[in-house]
């Protein structure tokens, strides 16, 4: 049996597309998802995040970002991420549109209200018997540095 993996957490952005680039290199059958409305990352401020919609491609994220103010995202790192992203996939995928993807064998979330989400989207769906879903409290892993796996 070939397994097939899913990587989730709320923006498709940094947790998961670490582990989406990693299991890639690894040769891996992997995806990797966002459960959130809309993809958020950090801006000036707390009250001023960048807001984009899901299959934005992290290529157009990267030159508004870099256009706004590029010392900013590169110093917290936002750039460097969606650079990264970019050379794993085009765009950021929400997990509650994913039917077309198939199911999956193994689903990892990062975040407990990731895990909830997945949990009652699949409970909809009755896809019970092909899902194991295993939270991952990386709730502490919110920055690019943070988020790098040990392996």
Known sequence: MKFRYAMVCSSNQNRSMEAHSLLKRHGFDVSSYG?????????????????????????????????KDPELYKRNGILPMLKRNSGVKLAPQRW????????????????????????????????????????????????????????
């Open 96 to 151: 509650q549109d994913n039917a077309a993807d198939g199911s999956f064998t193994v689903v990892l979330t990062f975040e407990e209200k990731v895990f909830d989400m997945v949990l009652e989207e699949e409970h909809g769906k009755n896809r019970w018997t092909k899902l194991f879903a295993i939270p991952i409290d990386h709730d502490k892993l919110t920055n690019l540095k943070k988020s790098v796996l040990p392996i």
């Open 35 to 67: 459960t959130g409305s809309h993809v958020k990352l950090p801006g000036p401020s707390l009250r001023e995040p960048n807001v984009y919609d899901f299959g934005t491609p992290y290529k157009q994220m990267f030159d508004d970002l870099r256009r």
